[in-house]
């Protein structure tokens, strides 16, 4: 009885690829029975390097190194590779690491303003020819004047708001919260009026100071900025959680 072995090799295999001129680690799929000098030519649209100023060298699964893989007539499946081996191309063409990934280094098209807004294959031509955003005069104006009215309406909250009130806090999406008014004014970090709040839970998100600038002091995560017709005030002692009951 013939007790005989068969070996059924895949006629493809999966590699990973390195190169020197790229920090990047791709796969690919090849044949093997691919010859070296027609892998080079794949490669060298993969890496970018030039096919006849390559080096092959053929890593194991775990990253040792096996061999080079030098002989341009053999092929791929003469050499001891298997899925997830390595192929590390070396080029000797002068290319640099990040040499086709850098874009610093790419002459950049730049257009003037004016130029752009004579064109009338772009998105600013676009929107204008169909009066979008800001080319809709109507809309644009009806927006100005809304603002113009909520920023009255916050300076008016905002004035009847003083330093040292206890408050309430609501906040739309989030939870209700109590606190002490500590600020009232305009800020460095963004326009408008706004109240700055030490709460009575670490529910904040600073310690009263914002960008380097100090608008009033208290612990760590219970100071927070809020729109001034987000705040309320009025008698809303801090809640006992009972922390002095044994």
């Not at 893989?69 to 290319?95: F, K, Q, W």
Request: with cysteine.
């Amino acid at each position: 009885m013939d007790s005989g072995v068969t070996v059924i090799t895949n006629p493809t295999v999966n590699v990973r690829l390195t190169s020197t001129i790229s920090s990047f680690e791709v796969q690919r799929r090849f044949s093997r029975g691919t010859s070296i000098a027609e892998l080079k030519g794949k490669l060298e649209m993969i890496v970018g390097a030039p096919a006849s100023c390559m080096d092959l060298e053929l890593f194991s699964v775990s990253d040792k190194f096996l061999q080079r893989m030098d002989d341009n007539e053999a092929l791929l499946g003469s050499y001891p590779v298997d899925d997830d081996c390595r192929i590390h191309v070396t080029d000797r063409s002068g290319g640099q690491m990040g040499e086709f990934t850098d874009v610093s280094k790419v002459e950049k098209f730049e257009l003037s303003d004016d130029a752009y807004d004579k064109r009338t294959d772009t998105a600013r031509s676009f929107m204008k020819k169909h009066r979008v955003g800001r080319f809709n005069e109507e809309e644009t104006a009806k927006k100005k004047a809304e603002n113009a009215v909520r920023d009255e309406e916050q300076k008016a909250a905002a004035d009847a708001i003083a330093v040292g009130s206890r408050c309430k806090v609501q906040v739309p999406g989030q939870p209700t919260k109590l606190g002490t008014v500590m600020y009232v004014g305009t800020t460095d970090f963004k326009p408008g009026y706004w109240v700055g709040v030490k709460y009575d839970e670490p529910l904040g998100k600073h310690n009263g100071t914002v960008e380097g600038k100090q608008y009033f002091e208290c612990e760590n995560k219970y100071g927070a900025f809020v729109k001034p017709l987000s705040v309320t005030v009025g008698d809303f002692p801090e809640e006992d959680y009972g922390l002095d009951e044994m």
